[in-house]
């Protein structure tokens, strides 16, 4: 079952009863709201008048609720897990922990591979030139140690919009508001999936920066990062004004965990292919598998 997304970006106060999400509105215009919170996967909060009681925070825990909190520019800036979202968490989370230096530089591997084959898909599909990318694919050595990713990454970027002097940044021009919008959402996603998995999202096999809490995320979402990027090709190429994050722009975006993936030759909601993948990386971390699953771009 695909779980909902939910954005609010008005002032309102959320609580819960009969195991729902109630959402009350200042204005006692508007009706009272509510979701099951069985329902619900993602919950993005971006008005800084929005309440949220302490039993609705410990439901969305208990159900794997990802509660993400929104800077004043509109792009999530934080994000609540549960700290128990699997059964086995102790066990896996000693797998994880043991994992060696080997089997990590190999996981990356397939992950940068599946990264650089998925972003070339892509720009083939939009009638870009992909034969770099292409062969860099069959390039990439355990642990990426010639660094194919950034190298495929500085092709990827020049050729994939139409946009003369477009370059990748978080703070640079549009559309870089949407990537990072869609991201921000994607990134949740993987979280999610990897709490739900057993593992600790913070303890990445490539990403090791101190001060980032959520380094296996930014690992395992990588080769899903395409199918954001298709979406804000197809949101750039249907509207003439993107320079702001409209309302509307951002319902496009929270589309992502509904987006129609290939993994393991079905086709499956990016939601639930995550959950797949995130299971696979846990087998390998526990021994019974040596390889991701992870969606193929078509």
Request: aromatic letters at 8%.
């Amino acid at each position: 079952m695909i779980k909902r997304t939910l954005q609010f970006g008005n002032p309102a106060y959320l609580s819960t009863k009969n195991e729902q999400l109630v959402v009350k509105f200042p204005d006692e215009e508007q009706a009272t709201r509510s979701v099951p919170i069985e329902d619900i996967g993602i919950v993005i909060l971006e008005h800084p008048q929005i309440t949220v009681s302490n039993a609705l925070l410990d439901k969305l825990m208990m159900n794997n609720v990802v509660l993400a909190t929104c800077n004043a520019q509109h792009l999530p800036s934080s994000l609540m897990l549960s700290v128990a979202g699997h059964t086995e968490y102790n066990e896996r989370l000693r797998f994880q922990l043991d994992a060696s230096i080997p089997l990590k530089k190999n996981l990356w591997q397939q992950t940068v591979e599946v990264k650089i084959k998925n972003q070339a898909n892509l720009l083939l599909s939009r009638q870009k030139p992909a034969e770099r990318l292409k062969e860099m694919a069959q390039l990439v050595t355990s642990g990426d140690t010639l660094n194919h990713e950034g190298q495929a990454a500085a092709i990827y970027w020049q050729n994939l919009f139409d946009i003369p002097g477009f370059t990748r940044g978080r703070k640079d021009l549009s559309p870089n508001n949407l990537l990072n919008y869609g991201y921000a959402i994607l990134r949740a996603v993987c979280a999610r999936s990897l709490v739900g998995s057993g593992l600790l999202p913070s303890l990445g096999i490539f990403h090791a920066n101190k001060y980032n809490a959520y380094c296996l995320a930014d690992d395992i979402m990588e080769p899903y990062r395409p199918y954001v990027d298709a979406l804000v090709c197809s949101i750039i190429d249907s509207v003439d004004d993107y320079e702001e994050l409209t309302t509307e722009l951002k319902r496009q975006l929270l589309m992502i965990p509904a987006l129609d993936v290939v993994i393991d030759g079905k086709k499956s909601p990016l939601m639930i292919a995550m959950s797949r993948t995130s299971n696979s990386l846990a087998d390998c971390f526990i021994g019974v598998s040596r390889k991701i699953m992870y969606p193929v771009y078509e």
